[in-house]
C-alpha cells in the first residue's frame, strides 16, 4: 500500500509523541534553571541598595501656605446650655457669613477669592470637625463605652438624616442658594428627596466650619457647646427607645426619674440578695428568641429574657422582662422591671418575708446552742 507523502510510519510518530509528552513532563517538574541565580541577584541588589533618606523639613516647606488662621484645639472643658433649642452660633468673619450656603451652581462674584468658597468646598473641613466633636463628647463623658460602641453612637449623632434634622431646625432649607432648589424642596414635600437631605447635611457641616474659621480663638470652644446641647436629647432618646442601649451609656437622671430607665448591671446580684433563700428560687429565662438587627445595627443581636419566681406562696410568678444585647444584659433589665414596676410590692413582700425567716432561723440557732450549753 502506498503511502501518501509527508507521512511518517506509526512507529516513528509514536516515538516523537512519546519524547514530546517526557519532555514536557521534565519542564513541568524542574524549576526554571535561572530562578535561584534571579533571587541570590535581587537579594544581593536588595542588600547593597540604600535606605532611601527623606527629608521632612523640605517637605513641609514646600506646602503652600495657609490662607486661612487655624483655629485653636483647647482641652474639653465642662459648659452650661440654654433649656430650649440652643441658639445659632454666631459666624463672626462677614466674608464668610453666606458661604456655608451658596453652592457653586449659583451665581457668584467670581472675581473675588474670598465669594469661591462655597458650602462644598467648608463642608470638607466641617466634616472633620464634626467627627473630632462627636469623638470628644463621647471620649469624655462615656469612658466605659468600648471602641465599637463608641463608633455606633458616634455614627448615630453625624449621619446625614440627623444633620439635615437639625438644618431644618434653623430654617438652614430657606438659606440655601443652589440651582434647582424650589423643584427639590418641592419633591422633597411631596414624597421625600434624599438629594435635598444631602445638601441640607453639608449645609450643616459648612456652618460648623465658618463658626471655627471665623474665630480662630474662640470658634471650636462655641462650636463644641452648640453641638453638644444638640446632642444629648439624642443621646436621651436611644436609651429611652433602647435602639442603641447599651449599659455604659447612662446619662445622668433627673431627680424623680423612672428608676426602671437606668441600667445597673449588678441589678440581678442585688435582687437575689434581697429575696433568694430558704427554697426559693429566681429562674432567668428567654421569653421569645433572639433576633439579629439590621439596617444600622447589622450585626447585632437582640435577645429577650423573663424573671420568674418560685416560692413565698408563689409558683412560677412572673416580675418582670428585659432585653438586651446579651443574655445578661436582659437578664438585668428583667431585674430592674422586676423591683421597680409594677411587681415592686411583691418584691419588697417577699424581702420582709425573708427577713423574717432569717431572723427566726436565727433565734432558733441560737435556743439550740443555749440547750447545748446547758446540757454540758
Not at 431627680?255 to 433563700?277: M, N, V
Request: hydrophobic fraction near 30%; charged fraction near 30%; include cysteine.
Amino acid at each position: 500500500m502506498n503511502k501518501r507523502p509527508n507521512q511518517e510510519p506509526q512507529d516513528s510518530a509514536f516515538k516523537r509523541h512519546k519524547d514530546s509528552h517526557q519532555t514536557d513532563q521534565h519542564r513541568r517538574q524542574a524549576p526554571p534553571q535561572h530562578t535561584h541565580r534571579q533571587d541570590r541577584r535581587e537579594q544581593h541588589s536588595a542588600q547593597e541598595r540604600p535606605r532611601k533618606e527623606v527629608d521632612y523639613d523640605p517637605a513641609i516647606n514646600q506646602l503652600p501656605p495657609s490662607d486661612t488662621a487655624k483655629a485653636d484645639v483647647p482641652v474639653y472643658t465642662p459648659f452650661t446650655v440654654a433649656k430650649n433649642l440652643p441658639p445659632l452660633p454666631e459666624i463672626l468673619d462677614p466674608n464668610l457669613v453666606e458661604s456655608p450656603f451658596r453652592h457653586k451652581s449659583h451665581g457668584y462674584d467670581r472675581s473675588s477669592t474670598v465669594a469661591d468658597i462655597t458650602y462644598e468646598r467648608l463642608e470638607f473641613l466641617g466634616d472633620a470637625y464634626l467627627e473630632l466633636l462627636a469623638s470628644r463628647l463621647i471620649f469624655h463623658h462615656f469612658p466605659n463605652l468600648q471602641a465599637g460602641s463608641q463608633s455606633q453612637i458616634r455614627e448615630l449623632l453625624v449621619k446625614n438624616e440627623t444633620l439635615s434634622e437639625y438644618a431644618r431646625l434653623y430654617d438652614f432649607q430657606n438659606r440655601v442658594k443652589v440651582a434647582d432648589l424650589e423643584t427639590m424642596q418641592l419633591e422633597a414635600k411631596n414624597r421625600g428627596n434624599k438629594g435635598l437631605n444631602k445638601i441640607l447635611g453639608d449645609v450643616f457641616e459648612a456652618y460648623i466650619a465658618a463658626v471655627v474659621l471665623s474665630d480662630p480663638e474662640h470658634g471650636f470652644v462655641r462650636a463644641e457647646a452648640w453641638l453638644t446641647a444638640l446632642w444629648t436629647p439624642k443621646l436621651l432618646e436611644t436609651q429611652e427607645t433602647r435602639k442603641y442601649r447599651n449599659p455604659k451609656l447612662v446619662l445622668q437622671q433627673p431627680e424623680g426619674a423612672d428608676p426602671r430607665t437606668e441600667y445597673s448591671p449588678t441589678a440581678k446580684a442585688d435582687l437575689q440578695q434581697r429575696i433568694q433563700g430558704y427554697d426559693a428560687k429566681l429562674v432567668y429565662a428567654p421569653w421569645k428568641a433572639s433576633v439579629e438587627l439590621k439596617g444600622d445595627q447589622l450585626g447585632q443581636n437582640r435577645h429577650f429574657i423573663a424573671l420568674h419566681l418560685t416560692g413565698y406562696g408563689y409558683e412560677n410568678k412572673l416580675l418582670g422582662k428585659g432585653e438586651g444585647k446579651n443574655k445578661v444584659e436582659a437578664g438585668n433589665w428583667a431585674a430592674i422591671e422586676a423591683m421597680h414596676g409594677e411587681n415592686k410590692p411583691i418584691v419588697e413582700d417577699c424581702e420582709q418575708k425573708l427577713a423574717v425567716l432569717k431572723e427566726a432561723k436565727k433565734k432558733e440557732k441560737l435556743e439550740k446552742e443555749g440547750q447545748a450549753g446547758g446540757k454540758k
